[in-house]
């Protein structure tokens, strides 16, 4: 079904003789019944909508010369006030093309933001820029292939872009990202933003693409905007560390069992927004679940010496709440950007046997890589991925893909993301054709997201009309050094 907007209306509906017949005779290369045969000259001719002809169709189910539509398009009673509305409102509806779109070629954007690690950034920037250039090569594969798809080709080959990738990378505050991301759209509009690698609050680059109605898919980032409606134009993986503070407060407080016994619930936190923001959305989530139970927050922040200083920070906390005078049995460790510095002083606090410490997915690898085995019991993370035994078939063929391009895999996980995101926007554009609007590839990717592709990491992706967050739960893990990928979950998965 295409959009229903200005330029599909509002335009006459004509035949181009030459054109039609040259195709026909072209692609149908087998002989067709008499009907197929006259209603594939005819095809659905009609002079462009008019106010009554849009009353008539809604009212009566008939086009403007009278033709029935299909049936299983609801009629409506509406008053002619309405139908007047309706017929401005979709006047102004997408008359053109959106911008980044070119006759032969369709500008897309990616966008590392932040202080990301310039490996991390280069392999994700690789997949991105790769992905590009092969579906590229592949469109003038199959437009040159004189047999390719006979019944599809009169509808493809018009409808064919070169994907041309742009990497914009913004530094400094994210205040100042706006800015910037206008600089870059001013110079060459995206039709799209294909994935985004961002360390740091990810809403300055969510306004900046509502407001341009330009879709931005499958960023991955801890620290989504908050204000994600269903008008939004970013579909995200998860709400990443905010979905992880919900689900910890689940386990936490959904019974007895999983309760803390005796003592206040402790939790600590970086200053920064990785740090704060998932504290604030735990303890405003534990008063819901539970209100009577207490729960104490501490800030740690860096003094001038960052890297020592922070460290001398978080052990000082840490030793606070697990030795102190009311010492608690359940700790929670939002380190931030920082996780190294929080897992070297919890390495050198000694530990009562009765604590448990949480702490987010992005500091398992730090903390590993610092506590000695004897503490890991002590541990347990919040994991938002799939199983660590589960199988996804497309995993190994997207690792092959990778392998075959000489592409390095310093972060698999982050990888594999980027990939999905590429992958869910090439599937979804064989459903565009040539409606290239925003919206509409949104709508598209709600239906199409999860189904019939699944190399992992996140289980169970899925979007309903209006919904932004692809996968909805997490596990509780525990340290498992013999497990392949180092964790094993404790629980079951946790929708909050």
């Known amino acids: 079904m295409p959009p229903i907007n200005a330029s599909y209306l509002f335009t006459e509906r004509k035949a181009d003789r030459a054109l039609r017949n040259e195709r026909f005779k072209e692609y149908y290369k087998e002989p067709q019944g008499p009907l197929f045969v006259h209603d594939a000259r005819r095809g659905r001719l009609r002079p462009a909508y008019e106010l009554d002809h849009l009353g008539a169709a809604i009212r009566e189910g008939v086009d403007p010369v009278g033709r029935a539509l299909n049936p299983a398009m609801p009629r409506y009673e509406l008053s002619d006030t309405d139908v007047a509305n309706l ?3 979709l006047k102004e509806t997408y008359p053109s093309y959106d911008k980044g779109v070119e006759p032969e070629k369709l500008h897309l954007a990616t966008i590392v933001a932040g202080p990301v690690d310039p490996e991390r950034a280069e392999a994700f920037t690789g997949v991105i820029t790769a992905y590009a250039d092969w579906k590229s090569k592949s469109y003038h594969t199959d437009k040159a292939r004189p047999g390719y798809s006979p019944y599809y080709r009169s509808e493809f080959q018009d409808s064919y872009r070169d994907w041309d990738i742009a990497v914009w990378r913004l530094t400094g505050d994210p205040k100042s990202w706006p800015e910037q991301l206008e600089r870059y759209y001013q110079k060459q509009p995206a039709f799209l933003v294909a994935s985004a690698l961002v360390e740091g609050d990810y809403a300055p680059i969510a306004a900046f693409c509502d407001a341009k109605r330009m879709p931005c898919i499958l960023p991955i980032t801890q620290l989504p905007s908050e204000n994600t409606g269903p008008d939004s134009f970013t579909i995200y993986f998860s709400r990443a560390l905010l979905l ?27 200053q920064d927004a990785e740090g704060r923001k998932p504290a604030e959305r735990f303890a405003s989530a534990m008063e819901k679940r539970a209100p009577e139970q207490k729960i104490k927050s501490q800030k740690v922040k860096s003094g001038k010496a960052p890297e020592k200083s922070l460290e001398k920070a978080w052990r000082k906390a840490i030793k606070a709440a697990v030795a102190g005078k009311n010492p608690s049995s359940t700790l929670i460790l939002w380190p931030g950007t920082a996780p190294e510095a929080a897992a070297k002083a919890l390495a050198e606090t000694s530990l009562p046997g009765d604590l448990m410490i949480y702490v987010p997915s992005a500091s398992i690898a730090a903390m590993q890589a610092q506590l000695p085995e004897g503490q890991w019991g002590h541990v347990r993370a919040i994991y938002p991925y799939d199983k660590p035994d589960a199988y996804h078939a497309d995993a ?12 390095p895999i310093p972060d698999w996980t982050m990888q594999l993301q980027a990939y999905y995101a590429v992958k869910t926007i090439s599937f979804a554009m064989g459903h565009l054709l040539s409606d290239y ?7 598209l990717i709600e239906h199409d997201i999860g189904v019939g592709f699944d190399p992992g990491p996140h289980p169970r992706l899925s979007l309903g009309s209006g919904q932004r967050f692809g996968s909805k739960g997490a596990y509780i893990v525990k340290f498992d050094a013999t497990n392949r990928k180092g964790v094993e979950p404790v629980s079951d998965w946790i929708v909050p």
Do not use: M, V
């Open 87 to 89: 017929y401005a409102f």
């Open 437 to 443: 609007y925003g919206s509409y590839l949104i709508e």
């Open 244 to 270: 992880e503070a919900d689900a910890l407060a689940d386990h936490l407080g959904q019974n007895l069992e999983n309760a803390p016994e005796k003592g206040t619930i402790r939790q600590i936190y970086h």
């Open 396 to 407: 190994y063929r997207i690792r092959a893909w990778l392998r075959a391009r000489k592409l």
